[in-house]
């Protein structure tokens, strides 16, 4: 079978490189890169990132990623955010008031509420608001999934699923050729994996 072509935006931030690993046991062939001639190649685009919401921004805006971004996502190409990834993808965040995120959501990221210990850094279970979308393909009614943060994105129209953390934090949404997800996958044992070999697969079917 056709392994499709993956890019994952290279911004020099955080370990990227457990996201390229997880893509490629999911079955993608997988490049880290920074260089436009091999996105624009890429039949799907992955933007993943730890760390801090502003100096992410500026570190993908600094290697021109954001406009990239944005025409690969406005191409229709299958793109999926991982955690900072995923919040890069909303307009702007509490964590870093001034700075404009990517703006595919237009809503804001806000810090967790108080009462629980933060960053929320464990296993939690996923509770579906769209369980057949094609992100949840294979995983059954109750998925554990690892998540660490501090911040999430508000509630909106699009939100595929949320977990229980000082209320419902969102966990992950979906917007036609966008996925994304504020866990990491690929840190999140079978469930994880095969949430990457769905999006694997959207990619090989596009």
């Known amino acids: 079978m056709t392994r499709p072509r993956l890019a994952i ?21 997988v490049r880290l890169t920074a260089d436009r001639a091999d996105i624009e190649a890429a039949d799907g685009i992955v933007l993943p990132g730890v760390g801090a919401f502003g100096p992410c921004v500026e570190a993908l805006r600094m290697r021109g990623l954001d406009k990239v971004a944005l025409e690969r996502v406005g ?8 955690c ?19 703006g595919v959501f237009e809503r804001r990221v806000v810090q967790i509420p108080a009462g ?24 059954g009614d109750e998925a554990w999934v690892y998540f660490v943060h501090s911040f999430s994105a508000e509630p909106g ?16 949404v979906a917007r036609d050729n966008v996925w994304a ?4 996958p690929e840190k999140s044992g ?6 990457l070999e769905n999006f694997v697969a959207t ?3 596009a």
């Not at 997800?181 to 990491?184: A, D, E, S």
């Open 84 to 102: 900072i990834g995923m919040q890069l993808l909303f307009a702007s965040s509490e964590e870093a008031e001034g700075q404009r995120g990517l």
């Open 190 to 195: 079978r469930n994880g994996i095969r949430i």
């Open 75 to 82: 191409s229709g190409v299958p793109f999926f955010g991982i």
């Open 116 to 139: 629980v210990k933060r960053p929320q850094m464990q296993w939690n279970i996923l509770q579906y608001c769209d369980g057949d979308h094609p992100m949840f393909a294979g995983l």
């Open 9 to 29: 935006l290279d911004y020099g931030i955080g370990n990227l490189h457990s996201a390229l690993k997880g893509f490629d046991r999911a079955g993608a062939d």
């Open 203 to 205: 990619v090989r079917e």
């Open 157 to 172: 129209e699009d939100v595929l699923a949320t977990c229980a953390y000082g209320g419902d934090l969102v966990a992950a």
């Open 181 to 184: 997800c504020q866990f990491h």
